[in-house]
C-alpha cells in the first residue's frame, strides 16, 4: 500500500526513504492510545460487563470522538483571558505540557479532569474555588463551587461550551 502511495502520490525521494501520508503520520499515536484504552486492557478493575459497555461505546463513536478520546485536549487556564468569550486554544496532550505554575483542563469526551500545579497562582486557586493556596484544597473533591469572581465564571463557561459541543458524552 505505501509502494503505490509513493509511485502515485508522494513526491520524488530516495527509494529507501519511507514516504506516508499526512494523515498516517500519527496513526501509531492513536494505536497506542487505543491500546491503552479501558476496553482493552487487561486489568481486574474493571469488571466484564463495564468493559462490553466500554467496548460497545467506543465501537458506536464517531471518527471526532474516537480521536478525542484517543487524544484528548488539554486545555490551558493559568493565562486564559477572563473578559474573552473565545474557549482557549488547546496544547498538545503530553506531560511537559503541564507545568507546576499551570492550570489545565483535560477532556476526553466522556470526562473532564481539572490539573492544577504544586505552584498554581494563588489568585486562581481564590477566583476558582475561595481558597487561600492550593494546599487547602480537598484532593477528593469532585465538585467545583459556584463563585462570582472572573475566573469561576469564565471556567463555568468553558466547561458550557464543551459540554453542548458533546451533550450525550458527558
Not at 485536549?73 to 506531560?95: F, G, Q, Y
Not at 505554575?101 to 483535560?106: K, T
Not at 486562581?124 to 484544597?137: C, E, K, V
Amino acid at each position: 500500500m505505501l509502494a503505490c502511495y509513493r509511485k502515485n502520490c508522494g513526491t520524488p525521494s530516495a527509494s529507501s526513504q519511507l514516504i506516508l501520508p499526512n494523515t498516517m503520520k500519527v496513526f501509531p499515536v492513536y494505536m497506542n492510545s487505543l491500546m491503552k484504552t479501558a476496553p482493552l486492557v487487561g486489568s481486574t478493575e474493571l469488571s466484564t460487563d463495564e468493559r462490553a459497555h466500554q467496548r460497545l461505546a467506543v465501537m458506536a463513536m464517531g471518527v471526532e470522538e474516537t480521536q478525542l478520546l484517543l487524544y484528548p485536549r488539554l486545555i490551558p487556564l493559568h493565562n486564559m483571558e477572563v473578559d474573552s468569550e473565545a474557549v482557549p486554544a488547546p496544547l498538545r496532550c503530553t506531560e511537559e505540557r503541564l507545568s507546576e505554575g499551570g492550570a489545565f483542563l483535560l477532556e476526553n469526551g466522556h470526562a473532564l479532569f481539572l490539573w492544577l500545579g504544586q505552584a498554581c497562582p494563588p489568585d486562581l486557586i481564590q477566583g476558582l474555588f475561595n481558597l487561600p493556596s492550593i494546599a487547602h484544597l480537598q484532593p477528593d473533591s469532585s465538585v467545583l463551587p459556584e463563585l462570582d469572581s472572573p475566573q469561576s465564571r469564565k471556567l463555568r463557561s468553558i466547561i458550557s461550551s464543551l459540554l453542548q459541543q458533546r451533550p450525550n458524552s458527558m
